[in-house]
C-alpha cells in the first residue's frame, strides 16, 4: 500500500465510524502522507490520518483543511 491508497477499513466498521468533533460521518481520502478519513460536515472537515489500517480519531492530531 503507498500512502495515497484509500484507507482499508472493512465496510462493517466504516458504517459506524463518526467525526469525534461534530459527529458527521467520514469518507475515504488519499491523504499527502497517509490515507485519510474526511469529516462531511464542511463546517468541520477535519481530515483524520489512517495509519496501517487504524484510523487515528483524535481530534487534537486531524488536519484542518487549508
Given at each position: 500500500?503507498?500512502?495515497?491508497?484509500?484507507?482499508?477499513?472493512?465496510?462493517?466498521?466504516?458504517?459506524?465510524?463518526?467525526?469525534?468533533?461534530?459527529?458527521?460521518?467520514?469518507?475515504?481520502?488519499?491523504?499527502?502522507?497517509?490515507?485519510?478519513?474526511?469529516?462531511?460536515?464542511?463546517?468541520c472537515a477535519r481530515a483524520y490520518r489512517v495509519e496501517d489500517g487504524i484510523p487515528v480519531l483524535l481530534v487534537d492530531?486531524?488536519?484542518?483543511?487549508?
Amino acid at each position: 500500500m503507498t500512502p495515497t491508497d484509500p484507507a482499508p477499513i472493512p465496510g462493517w466498521l466504516r458504517e459506524i465510524l463518526r467525526c469525534p468533533a461534530c459527529g458527521s460521518t467520514l469518507r475515504d481520502e488519499a491523504g499527502p502522507e497517509h490515507p485519510e478519513l474526511v469529516c462531511t460536515a464542511t463546517d468541520c472537515a477535519r481530515a483524520y490520518r489512517v495509519e496501517d489500517g487504524i484510523p487515528v480519531l483524535l481530534v487534537d492530531e486531524a488536519r484542518r483543511p487549508a
